[in-house]
């Protein structure tokens, strides 16, 4: 059984912090992993995605992947109010994406 | 450029009747996924279709559920005998192909309501 995990939250942060979102994976061989955000009533939207050990920067986001300690996260920086969504971690695998619940962001202005 | 569509947005229903969900995927788009998400709950993974291969269907509940791709474009999904658990937003979402690594674009999904 292939597991995502992540605290639901909600993180609450003050406007222009840096929020941190945590994921779990249970299958060492998972190969890709991404980041949806998704505001309530929405359908889910890429932020990002992230294959190798290490950091990516896009913009004010950064996703992290340890696959040796199996989890991924995504940094926001400089958060905005515009941020406050909740934010979908998903492991790929042939044929189809394993999500985690999600974790409510709040920023705060 | 489109996005993917679906329809209906809205479906409100009776208990124990049949229903049928519409997708139209990006076009060039060879693979073509089928998620649920129920209220407070993350994306479970129902079908997928990847070209003319033969979908998988790991994911499908119950055998009330079935989903069909014609022309390796539009895709329905089929509820039949409609269940009040299976109340959730159904979205379709679309890949150029699937090698572990695409992105998957979301279409808006159809919210059912069976009461």
């Known amino acids: 059984q292939k597991e995502v995990e992540q605290n639901s939250g909600p993180l609450s942060v003050p406007e222009g912090a840096i929020a941190s979102l945590n994921c779990t994976y249970s299958d060492r061989g998972s190969q890709s992993f991404f980041w949806y955000r998704q505001y309530s009533g929405k359908s889910p939207e890429l932020i990002m995605f992230?294959?190798?050990?290490g950091d990516k920067e896009d913009g004010r986001f950064t996703a992290q992947l340890n696959k040796a300690s199996q989890y991924v996260s995504l940094l926001i920086r400089d958060s905005q109010p515009s941020d406050s969504a909740t934010y979908l971690c998903?492991?790929?695998?042939?044929?189809?994406?394993?999500f985690g619940q999600g974790t409510t962001l709040q920023v705060k202005p | 450029g489109a996005g993917v569509s679906q329809s209906p947005s809205n479906k409100v229903t009776e208990k124990g009747k049949d229903v049928e969900l519409r997708c139209d995927p990006i076009s060039g788009h060879t693979a073509l996924y089928w998620y649920r998400q129920s209220l407070g709950q993350g994306l479970e993974f129902l079908i997928y279709f990847q070209g003319n291969s033969a979908p998988d269907k790991s994911g499908l509940p119950s055998d009330r559920f079935s989903a069909e791709r014609t022309g390796g474009s539009v895709s329905t999904l089929t509820i039949q005998r409609t269940q009040q658990e299976d109340s959730a937003v159904y979205l379709c979402?679309?890949?150029?192909?699937?090698?572990?690594?695409?992105?998957?674009?979301f279409g808006p999904g159809t919210r059912l309501t069976v009461l």
């Open positions: 979402a679309s890949s150029l192909q699937w090698t572990g690594t695409d992105t998957q674009y």
């Open positions: 992230i294959y190798s050990n």
């Open positions: 998903a492991v790929g695998y042939t044929g189809k994406l394993i």
